[in-house]
């Protein structure tokens, strides 16, 4: 039987980092920023929204953070 942590991250969570992260990388914000608005409306630290961008969801979205820095 496998159990999941209660504290895992959901595609909805990943969705959401993942849009804040580009919206504040096109508004020439930074990804600091966009951890600290994440982490305040999934209850996770900022720390915690920064290693999963970098360590999963960034890698997902490697095109569109190309574009985002352009515009």
Known sequence: MVLSRQ???TNDNDLLLASTVLQNIRNGGTQLTAFKEVAKLLNRTPAACGF????????????????AKQN
Do not use: F, P
């Open 7 to 9: 504290d895992s991250w």
């Open 52 to 67: 999963r961008w970098n360590s999963y969801v960034r890698k997902q979205y490697q095109e569109e953070i190309q574009q």
